[in-house]
């Protein structure tokens, strides 16, 4: 199992409150002090906490650019080497392309949000090759955004995907997965649709929600807001599975009503129950004759 109590939860929060490195640093620590719980379930809390971070100090911060670019210029001048950037996302507790991002929208002015966004993930193509190289060494010292880190997500998002589909197949479950409902027009779509609901502990299951992620509060609200809810209105009750574990409370949340139960692993066979046609012998004698 790897569910949390709010203890255990806010055991993990106040480390990375207290950590004064890098996040890419603080990972570390989580594992090394925290070795009974996964990996991938540290990095989704520290994910969550980082930008939660972010949001709280982006405008602040964002409002400064210009000072942050000439005290940028001021460094280099003065002899100081390619991590400058990474330093200073240090001093002011953000991620370091978050920094390199307002500083290329600002230096840059004339560019376009998409054309920033092409210079962070080819550092080479940066007009000014310093500044260039710091954002390359901020790209592959970055762990909690970018282009590197959103490729990671993605796969692992897409792995898991395919793990529930394996996982429900197994089981001899019949679904309709998003590309199958997106092409009869929906256009929020859980990752499985049953056709054939069947019945977890008692309750009623019509659809699976994949989340490679660990459940918090504030993000599962967000879920059920964006897409949990509309799931449920649309399709009845369903389930949606945290893989990397989640904190006890949202499970028994309000805003789950009676449409969304919170697990941490796809369901064992003895919780599952199915639909049993009751199909008369003479039927199924008939069915199975040899075609002449």
């Not at 640093?25 to 994910?47: A, K, T």
């Not at 080819?122 to 762990?143: F, K, Q, R, T």
């Not at 997106?182 to 929600?209: F, H, M, Q, S």
């Amino acid at each position: 199992m790897v569910i949390l109590n709010y203890e255990q939860f806010s055991e993990i929060q106040q480390v990375i409150h207290k950590f004064r490195g890098h996040s890419i640093d603080c990972n570390r620590e989580l594992v090394r002090r925290f070795p009974q719980h996964s990996p991938e379930m540290l990095g989704s809390i520290l994910s969550r906490e980082v930008q939660q971070r972010l949001k709280q100090s982006h405008s602040r911060i964002s409002a400064r650019a210009e000072d942050l670019l000439a005290d940028y210029g001021r460094k280099i001048k003065s002899g100081a080497s390619l991590d400058v950037l990474l330093k200073m996302s240090l001093s002011l507790r953000i991620p370091p392309l978050s920094l390199c991002r307002m500083l290329l929208l600002k230096k840059y002015s004339h560019k376009t949000k998409a054309e920033v966004s092409e210079m962070l993930r080819h550092p080479d193509i940066i007009p000014d090759s310093v500044l260039g190289a710091n954002v390359g060494y901020c790209l592959y010292n970055e762990n909690m955004e970018g282009p590197i880190t959103d490729t990671i997500r993605r796969c692992i998002g897409e792995e898991y995907e395919m793990k529930l589909k394996q996982m429900a197949k197994d089981m001899g479950m019949v679904f309709y997965d998003e590309g199958d409902l997106r092409r009869t027009g929906y256009d929020k779509t859980p990752d499985l649709k049953l056709a054939i609901p069947c019945l977890y502990k008692g309750r009623a299951v019509n659809w699976i929600e994949s989340k490679a992620s660990f459940g918090d509060m504030d993000s599962h609200q967000k879920y059920v807001r964006d897409q949990l809810i509309s799931y449920g209105n649309r399709f009845g009750a369903g389930i949606v599975i945290y893989w990397f574990g989640y904190l006890d409370m949202i499970a028994d949340c309000a805003e789950n009503g009676d449409f969304i139960t919170v697990v941490d692993n796809f369901p064992a066979p003895e919780e599952l129950e199915f639909l049993k046609f009751n199909i008369p012998d003479t039927c199924l004698e008939e069915l199975n004759k040899p075609v002449s």
